[in-house]
């Protein structure tokens, strides 16, 4: 851990000083990105006893260790592990901490794959799986069985953006017996801090924000105290570590990522304001404007929005959505979020088995990103005339 950073000072100045200690790589400001298989011990004692600080690439680099100090800085956690992608990021701890005969309970505004995992996989491996209500806070004690043990949440819902009450779930939980794991990709610990409400442990599709240009694929698993050797020893057994270039691009991402997101915010909330005086917009999903339902929750528990949100049309179905995508100049149509780039999708939710579609009409999820808002706001513009001229 660089000396340099602690608690006490703003946002960005621990992001550009965070992770790792120029001095201790002859001062080049960014840590080596070590490329490693094999590591060599001095004599047979230290093999024998894998007495030094490495000892395969599998288990750890200079590399990976300055992002995950960095993690830890931000989440406030003991103990980070990174893995290829975020969804390795929502599995790798479901496999640590779930076994035959065990209950998961799920929230059902959940990221699709993390669903298609749990109804496959878990499922295959004898763990019973419910999905439950996002809008459950202490609740969730009324689907809560003597084998839950693990609890997911993931706030806001994907494409939805329901929110979660966070201490109420985890006062609950903790109390039945169960662990919090909470998907917090889409605040980042610079807006929510998961450890810090209860949460056992934290998961953060690196994908998105902390990589932050599209071009990387990435996540990282942050616990408690608690949770963290377990969690550790899961990784080590899975041989689920990332690749040392893209674990460096995360880490020179994280330096930037604040001022990034002061700019999806600011752009963000600018255009679901202005969505939600439009002709064609039923509905702005954005937990950030006072009409949304989880706008309490949202301005209690977290201290800012990142750049992604959903409109419900009023109105139509597939011609309809389809017609605003095709009508977009700028924003592209494609998966994934939090790159410099916009993006828009039609959401899917004939997955949802509680927490229901709305029913206005179809919902479109934006991807807000760094370009002039003027621009953007004139390419929605455009794609809701499209739908209007219907
Ligand atoms: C909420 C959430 N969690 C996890 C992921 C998975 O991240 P990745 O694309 O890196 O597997 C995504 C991707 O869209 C996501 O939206």
Redesign the pocket.
Known sequence: MNDKTNTKVGDNTRLAHMGNNPRDFHGFVNPPVVHASTVLFPDAHTMATRNQKYTYGTRGTPTSDALAAAMNELEGSAGTIIVP??????TVPMLAFLSAGDHVLIVDSV?H??RYFADTMLARLGVEVTYYDPHLGADITSVMQSNTKVVLT?APG?GTFEMQDIPAIVEAAHKGGAIVMM?N??ATPLFFRPLDHGVDISIQ?A??YPGGHSDI???TVSANEACWEQLLDTHGALGMCAAPDDVYQVLRGLRTMGVRLERHQKSALTLARWLEGQKGVARVLHPGLESHPGHEIWKRDFTGASGLFSIVLDGGGEKEAHAFLDALQYFGLG???GGYESLAVHVQLNDRTVAHAPKEGPVMRLQIGLEDVEDLQADLARALEAVNAL
């Open positions: 992608t975020g969804l390795a990021a929502v990221y794959p993390t993931e994907s998907d990709t889409w599709a994908t998105k694929l990435l996540g998966y994934s979020w």
